[in-house]
């Protein structure tokens, strides 16, 4: 079975930019999480996404956003970069996102400058 | 709101040795408990996961952690290092109630790591 996948692998933008990400679940797997990793604030929890409808959110400015389409695949969207952007973008992905474990994929590391 | 604590930001030990990485939680009910691994350049590997069914529990690579609800702890333990362990280790914590809706779903907390190096 093939795993989580995340398109683009690296992306350059600059500040006041916008960028759109992409991640495919693992086949089955209707839940699909975000997370944001940085050097200072660590792994920290963006939005997560079952059945098209964003079930849960974490504590991120309304320049974060995603959705999720009828075959699972999710994508998240930042406007305005701002340089704090800069990180490590990993999508999980999960069979109900609850108890189940999650699956993450390699990530799509987002350089602002 | 629920936290998860790894004691060590850096753990080093030499090839061989017990390997011991520490993970507390904050919460009055047992979360269900996680620990990845994470090697440069790419994404988290799930190791091994406690969902209350054992508190011993085996994982891969020779991982095993223990859940001691007195403790609120859940450390990884690996009996002898190799070289290949090198990586960064994070302890998550899961949903406390798989019914408690939008404040829960699909939300894993992380600790803030422990890189682990390994020497020859």
């Known amino acids: 079975k093939a795993g989580v996948t995340q398109t683009p692998r690296y992306l350059i933008k600059t500040r006041g930019q916008q960028v759109t990400l992409s991640c495919s679940p693992i086949?089955?797997?209707?839940?699909v999480s975000w997370y944001q990793q940085t050097p200072g604030q660590g792994l920290q929890f963006l939005f997560e996404?079952?059945?098209?409808?964003?079930?849960n959110k974490g504590n991120f400015p309304g320049r974060f956003s995603g959705r999720q389409f009828s075959n699972s695949r999710s994508e998240m969207n930042v406007s305005t970069l701002e340089l704090g952007d800069s990180a490590l973008y990993l999508c999980?992905?999960?069979?109900?996102?609850?108890?189940?474990?999650?699956?993450f994929g390699p990530g799509t590391r987002l350089t602002v400058l | 709101a629920q936290s998860v604590t790894q004691l060590g930001s850096h753990v080093s030990v030499s090839e061989g040795a017990l390997v011991l990485l520490r993970c507390n939680y904050s919460?009055?009910?047992?979360?269900?408990l996680f620990w990845y691994v994470q090697y440069p350049n790419q994404g988290l590997q799930l190791l091994l996961k406690?969902?209350?069914?054992?508190?011993l529990v085996k994982g891969i690579n020779g991982f095993e952690a223990e859940f001691k609800k007195s403790e609120t702890s859940f450390h990884l333990t690996k009996p002898s290092a190799h070289m290949s362990d090198a990586a960064e280790y994070f302890c998550?914590?899961?949903?406390?109630?798989?019914?408690?809706?939008?404040?829960?779903?699909?939300?894993?907390?992380f600790g803030q790591g422990t890189i682990l190096t390994v020497h020859p």
């Open positions: 999980a992905s999960s069979l109900a996102g609850q108890s189940n474990e999650q699956f």
């Open positions: 086949s089955g797997h209707r839940s």
């Open positions: 996404y079952f059945s098209e409808t964003q079930r």
């Open positions: 919460s009055s009910v047992p979360p269900y």
């Open positions: 406690y969902t209350s069914a054992a508190t």
């Open positions: 998550a914590a899961g949903p406390i109630n798989i019914n408690a809706g939008g404040t829960s779903y699909g939300k894993l907390t």
